[in-house]
T-cell receptor, first 113, second 107 residues
């Protein structure tokens, strides 16, 4: 079975540009999570969805960040406009239920110049 | 105080050694815990789940001490391939991770 799929794997962009990260969760998983990982702050939960509905977005750093889940097999995390401090690895994860084991995608390594 | 705290290490141990590290949590109502392993530049991968007092899987043992609010991970007979960062996660409405403990196993 395919795991969580993320694209792109690497993204280099310039400050001020819009960035869109994509995620396909494991089929049948009802929960989808977006995380950000940096050396300074570790692994932080940004937002999570249950059955395509955003449940908790308290980790979203500011209005420049937005996330959508239009259907059970696709989610996006958008940063507009991007800033150098947004440089990090962004992981998407999915799980069957809460609390339950989460399965992570390979991540998107974002560099904002 | 952070919700989940871990000693960042690194723990440097020789092959074959037994090593243990702890993870403390602040929410006494937490019912589930997870240990994840993360290799350099890779995603975290689930190592063990702990829903009661503990769990064992081969060389790995996780134990939960509710009175003192910590969960431990014990690795016996360390292998070079065990070198990684180990993340502790506290379950609930959302999974909260510690900063991770770096383990380096040397020959």
């Amino acid at each position: 079975d395919a795991g969580v799929i993320q694209s792109p794997r690497h993204e280099v962009t310039e400050m001020g540009q819009e960035v869109t990260l994509r995620c396909k969760p494991i089929s049948g998983h009802d929960y989808l999570f977006w995380y950000r990982q940096t050396m300074m702050r570790g692994l932080e939960l940004l937002i999570y969805f249950n059955n395509n509905v955003p449940i908790d977005d308290s980790g979203m750093p500011e209005d420049r960040f937005s996330a959508k889940m239009p259907n059970a097999s696709f989610s996006t995390l958008k940063i507009q406009p991007s800033e150098p401090r947004d440089s990090a690895v962004y992981f998407c994860a999915s799980s069957l239920a809460q609390p339950h084991e989460q399965f992570f995608g390979p991540g998107t390594r974002l560099t904002v110049l | 105080r952070k919700e989940v705290e871990q000693d960042p290490g690194p723990f440097n141990v020789p092959e074959g050694a037994t090593v243990a590290f702890n993870c403390t949590y602040s929410n006494s109502a937490s019912q589930s815990f997870f240990w994840y392993r993360q290799d350099c530049r890779k995603e975290p991968k689930l190592l063990m789940s702990v829903y009661s007092s503990g769990n064992e899987d081969g060389r790995f043992t996780a134990q939960l001490n509710r009175a003192s609010q910590y969960i431990s991970l014990l690795i016996r007979d360390s292998k070079l391939s065990d070198s990684a960062t180990y993340l502790c996660g506290r379950g609930g409405n959302k999974l909260v991770f510690g900063a991770g403990t770096i383990l380096r196993v040397k020959s």
